[in-house]
């Protein structure tokens, strides 16, 4: 027998057995066909008439009135006949209409899928093959067995007649009439091809109302390489396997919002006034925000207290350990060709917060925020209590720096994992590139909710500012001010003045810089009291990741420059060397550790983390290879 069907015949045994399935139910038209009942000869007939191929079945069965009026007298006719027939004759029968209907490349395809599936479940499971008119008639019986179950339904059941989404309303009907009992459901149909399972599932999903999670779609094209149908399965099978635990995860954080509720209402007046007001107030820090992290707190306990009874401990170990046996059975080598299309979507979701977010709600600025002037995009670097604006509308920050994000990375930078929001690629903050710009210009990103930093010295503060930023708005408004008056008066002395345009745009880029503080080259619209700094905060690097990159940065700032060495390398193979100082391996793309079998990019974290004395360097990644060391999974050199 093939070496894959037998690992997959192997694999999927273990996958059912997870599950405690002991029956197999395949809903498949082909099934009805292959019992050439006189019922889908009449059905075919039918169809065949309504496409004027009448002349050609007559031929077929001589004797049956096909062309009478009332289409009960060629139906009786023909039922008296079917009986007298072999099987032979009825499958010949049966061939020739397939013909006349184009169904026959499609039956033959179908009957080779039935056959390769039957040949792939385990002897000890039982396997049940229906028609749908079979499926109807005997489902309640089915489902009221308390053993598991496995439900594959055909998306397409034309050929006895149905609609072509018929099968997708039998699995939709399952569903609800399965209940709390185990019984997987799928579709398995030949009108899905591999690698759009996803996607079409999800559509699928969304025509009937139904949930993402209620079903997955297995394509009949896996079965001409069993190992991947084994794959499929074990996907199916997860996924009915998660359901429990998302469920049970669900309650219990339901059980914990409970408590904490409960919890925070208990504290006291008195309490409240210290712990909410006076110390939000003292820290310039919005009240609710402080309530809410004291929400949380709260939250994690009681969520900690609920996930840990012996009760659901229980219930919780016993549901991970079916979903690790059933993960652990060994499918497809590569199972990247698989991916999760959610998963690097809800990491960037942990990582960033998105500016559309952040500037509707004026949040204050804070490390990590992202901004872009013009083609660049540049993060701000900064200790957070120096940004932090006290009651009094002023902070300890007066110049802040921002370091420019690029796509490709180097000794001196710091990676951004997932940075594009479409492609899931990273970035890197490229520490050598740096710029300085006054705090006062970036702070404008707070008071308009598009992100930009601008400011109209005659506008109103925005409502959604607490006290410190709305006496901070006031403090800035008196500097621009004093900006317009300088500007205003420019303006005026150009008019009087007969100065050249080169003269007049060093006056106003002068001027410019003297309010950005800034090397950046900020440009600036200007117009009667209205001041648009061609610059926007666009998004925000959360914590605790933005704590990393604010220490990395500083090391970098503090990074010893001792004598050069002028000894010669010491190599260890060719391209391999030992690079004790940062001298040595700033020119390099990729190093490691005597310690490790991994080489990464000088740019990854654990690069990073190597000590002097321990670090290799590699001319290239063949050399690397080479030597011995695989690529690190993170960095992906």
């Known amino acids: 027998m093939n070496e894959r069907i037998v690992a997959a015949q192997q694999a999927i045994e273990q996958i059912l057995a997870g599950l405690n399935i002991k029956t197999v139910i395949c809903i498949d038209d082909i099934y009805a066909v292959g019992g050439f009942s006189v019922e889908l000869t009449i059905g075919w007939l039918s169809t065949a008439k309504s496409r004027g191929k009448t002349e050609d079945c007559g031929r077929l069965l001589a004797g049956v009135p096909l062309d009478a009026s009332d289409d009960e007298v060629w139906k009786r006719a023909l039922r008296a006949r079917w009986e007298r027939l072999t099987d032979g004759e009825r499958k010949s029968i049966f061939d020739e209409l397939a013909k006349a209907l184009g169904y026959s490349a499609d039956i033959e395809r179908d009957m080779d899928s039935a056959s390769l599936l039957r040949d ?80 079409r599932g999800h559509q699928l ?37 998660r359901d429990f635990l ?117 949040l204050p600025l804070e490390l990590g925020d992202i901004f872009e002037v013009g083609e660049r995009e540049l993060i ?46 990273k ?45 901070r708005f006031e403090e800035i408004r008196k500097k621009f001010r004093q900006y317009q008056g300088q500007l205003d008066e420019l303006c005026q002395r150009f008019g009087n003045m007969n100065l050249t345009k080169p003269a007049k745009k060093y006056l106003e880029e002068s001027l410019v810089g003297r309010i950005t503080r800034s090397n950046l080259n900020v440009l600036l619209d200007y117009n009667n009291g209205v001041f648009r700094f061609r610059i926007r905060r666009i998004g925000r690097y959360g914590q605790p990741d933005a704590g990393r990159l604010l220490r990395s940065y500083f090391s970098f700032l503090s990074r010893y420059a001792g004598p050069h060495d002028y000894t010669p390398p010491e190599y260890l193979a060719n391209g391999v060397w030992k690079c004790p100082t ?36 590699f001319e290239s990644r063949e050399a690397a290879i080479d030597y011995g060391r695989e690529p690190c999974g993170m960095c992906r050199p």
């Not at 039998?170 to 399965?178: F, M, Q, S, V």
């Not at 890197?428 to 404008?444: G, Q």
Request: charged residues 30%.
């Open 582 to 617: 940062e001298t040595e391996s700033a020119n390099v793309e990729y190093v490691g550790t005597n310690g490790s079998t991994r080489f990464h990019k000088c740019a990854c974290q654990h690069a990073r983390q190597i000590s002097p004395e321990r670090r290799i360097c």
């Open 205 to 241: 999903a969304d025509q009937i109302s139904r949930k993402r999670k209620d079903f997955l779609v297995l394509s009949k094209d896996r079965l001409s390489d069993p190992v991947r149908f084994a794959h499929g399965l074990k996907m199916m099978s997860l996924n009915y396997a």
């Open 427 to 471: 970035a890197y903050v490229k520490f050598r590139s740096s710029y300085h710009i006054s705090a006062d210009i970036l702070d404008l990103a707070v008071f308009n909710s598009d992100g930009y930093c601008m400011f109209d010295a005659s506008a109103n503060a925005p409502s959604l500012l607490h006290v410190p930023w709305l006496n």
């Open 380 to 425: 701000l670097v900064a200790q957070p209590c120096d940004l932090i604006v006290r009651r009094n509308g002023r902070s300890l920050a007066e110049v802040l720096t921002l370091v420019n994000i690029t796509s490709t990375g180097s000794g001196s930078s710091f990676a951004l994992d997932y940075f594009d929001d479409k492609t899931g690629e």
């Open 246 to 362: 998302t469920s049970r995860v669900r309650e219990i954080a339901t059980e914990a919002d409970k408590h904490a509720n409960d919890e925070l209402m208990q504290v006291d007046v008195y309490n409240f006034d210290y712990m909410v007001l006076r110390s939000s107030e003292k820290e310039g820090v919005w009240e609710a925000e402080t309530l809410f992290r004291l929400f949380e707190v709260l939250r994690r306990a009681a969520f900690r207290n609920e996930a840990f009874t012996p009760e659901n401990r229980t219930a919780l170990d016993d549901r991970i350990a079916q979903i690790r046996a059933i993960r652990e059975v060994e499918t497809v080598a590569d199972e990247g060709e698989y991916p999760p299309d959610q998963e690097w979507g809800i990491r960037r979701l942990e990582l960033y917060e998105s500016g559309d977010f952040i500037n509707k709600a004026h």
């Open 120 to 199: 792939l479940i385990p002897e000890d499971v039982s396997l049940q093959e229906l028609g749908p008119a079979e499926w109807e008639q005997d489902k309640d019986a089915i489902l009221d067995d308390e053993k598991g179950l496995l439900c594959l339904f055909d998306h397409n059941l034309e050929y006895v007649g149905y609609a072509t989404d018929f099968g997708l309303s039998l699995l939709d009907k399952t569903i609800d009439a399965r209940g709390d009992r185990p019984a997987v459901c799928g579709l398995l149909t030949h009108m899905v091809k591999e690698g759009e399972e996803i996607s």
